[in-house]
């Protein structure tokens, strides 16, 4: 802790003036920085630019890193969004009065101090700001070397609007871009309380294996979608596109659709808008069978097993068929990161199936996986999407950012 401990001292010494700060003042923050990212898209757009001359174009990360004015202006909204939203603090979850007199709350507090480790994603900085300020938790972020030009800008930024409303700058603290700086975030035991990574498998592996401090999974989203017998064609097909390409780089993007053979004969429809859309699909042998000839041959490939369970985070799709709902239900099983996942049916019973049996974060019936967001769900931005059980699951919002503690008053019990 040589380097950074002063660092950390200082954030968790912000942590607790935090407390102090009153709703108003908080939401005032958030609608000054929303103005602050539109008053400085050109300097931050600058910044960008300088990190993505640094990075190949094909490379799959590229979109996550691309800011734009549109986007910044998304980011400003979801801003102001997180102002207008309840804070959860001071919630009572709980309460009741014993036979001895004792009156307990259970409330909702903050967590105290989130390390977030991402990669590549510059608007992380903002939404995660965002809601650890509405949340009351002060904030150690430790972003990629790829992006590091950005978030240290977007990072000023935020600065001078808390210099500008009188608010100490080390509620917030970026870590240097280096591989040490990581280190020293995982064994900040006492510091930090909990961690947050935010991005590739490998990453969430490495911070997992290594990390001292506990530890909330985020990212990684292997998403399948099963076309069932029932299921309606033209809906089906447009659900299909929409989840694979809407935006390929994200975590909730289509990597693998199970499709009921006895719809063998409707693939070359199912599949038609993807073609548009220039996605190679890596099909298995009687997927290949019913596309070939009626998909651009340089977009078809026969499967591969490493086809099934990846994260694409491009223009790539697996097929695999499957004879049936438990067929479906087995391969998820096997290969699925737990994030989202979806059925396009229309037999009830099905689906009721299929939702009950699922094991994961968000699962969808005749939808697409592109809503599993923060701000689509209503929560306004978010952390990111939790794929384990324990603390949070699913888009991680302000009611996921925070702890309880239980309030006790008494008149004088002892207890004997």
């Known amino acids: 802790m040589k380097n950074l401990e002063k660092t950390f001292q200082n954030v968790q010494a912000a942590s607790r003036q935090l407390s102090l700060l009153s709703e108003a003042k908080i939401n005032k923050i958030l609608d000054d920085l929303a103005m602050a990212a539109i008053k400085y898209t050109p300097e931050i757009l600058d910044a960008n630019q300088e990190d993505l001359d640094r990075m190949d174009p094909s490379d799959p990360k590229y979109d996550?890193?691309?800011?734009?004015?549109?986007?910044?202006?998304?980011?400003?909204?979801?801003?102001i969004n997180v102002a207008k939203l309840d804070t959860p603090l001071g919630t009572v979850l709980a309460e009741k009065k014993?036979?001895?007199g004792l009156e307990l709350q259970k409330i909702s507090v903050p967590i105290g101090v989130i390390g977030i480790i991402y990669e590549s994603r510059p608007n992380v900085t903002f939404d995660v700001f965002s809601l650890c300020?509405?949340?009351?938790?002060?904030?150690?972020?430790?972003?990629?070397?790829?992006?590091?030009a950005s978030n240290t800008l977007i990072l000023?930024?935020?600065h001078s609007v808390l210099k500008k409303n009188k608010i100490t700058t080390d509620i917030v603290a970026l870590l240097p871009a280096d591989r040490e700086a990581t280190k020293?975030?995982?064994?900040a035991v006492g510091y930090v309380d909990v961690i947050i990574p935010r991005g590739s498998q490998g990453l969430i592996d490495f911070v997992r294996n290594n990390s001292k401090v506990p530890v909330i999974e985020t990212g990684a989203g292997i998403v399948h979608t099963y076309f069932d017998r029932s299921a309606n064609l033209e809906k089906g097909t447009a659900i299909i596109c929409n989840a694979k390409t809407r935006r390929v780089s994200?975590?909730?993007?289509?990597?693998?659709?199970?499709?009921?053979?006895?719809?063998?004969?409707?693939?070359?429809?199912?599949?038609?808008?993807?073609a548009e859309k220039g996605v190679t699909i890596f099909a298995d042998t009687a997927a290949f069978g019913a596309l070939s000839g009626k998909y651009p041959e340089d977009l078809l490939q026969p499967a591969e097993e490493s086809h099934f369970g990846t994260e694409f985070l491009s223009l790539h799709m697996a097929i695999k068929s499957v004879d049936g709902l438990d067929a479906a239900l087995e391969h998820i099983a096997r290969y699925s990161s737990k994030h989202s996942e979806a059925i396009i049916a229309e037999d009830e019973k099905t689906i009721a199936h299929f939702l009950r049996a699922v094991d994961a974060a968000a699962v969808y019936a005749n939808a697409s996986t592109a809503f599993t967001d923060g701000a689509q769900f209503g929560l306004g931005a978010e952390i990111g999407i939790s794929t384990?059980?324990?603390?949070?699951?699913?888009?991680?919002?302000?009611?996921?950012?925070?702890?309880y503690k239980w309030v006790i008053r008494g008149n004088g019990q002892v207890r004997p």
Do not use: F, W, Y
């Not at 996550?64 to 801003?79: F, P, Q, W």
């Not at 300020?133 to 990629?144: C, D, E, S």
């Not at 020293?184 to 064994?187: A, M, R």
């Open 250 to 274: 994200v975590c909730n993007a289509l990597d693998c659709l199970l499709l009921d053979k006895s719809r063998l004969d409707d693939l070359p429809t199912i599949a038609k808008p993807l």
């Open 98 to 100: 014993l036979p001895n």
């Open 133 to 148: 300020l509405k949340t009351g938790n002060a904030l150690v972020l430790k972003g990629g070397s790829d992006a590091h």
């Open 388 to 403: 384990q059980k324990l603390h949070a699951r699913g888009p991680m919002a302000l009611e996921e950012m925070t702890s």
């Open 184 to 187: 020293e975030l995982l064994q």
């Open 156 to 158: 000023e930024v935020i």
């Open 64 to 79: 996550r890193l691309k800011l734009s004015e549109e986007r910044l202006e998304n980011i400003a909204e979801d801003l």
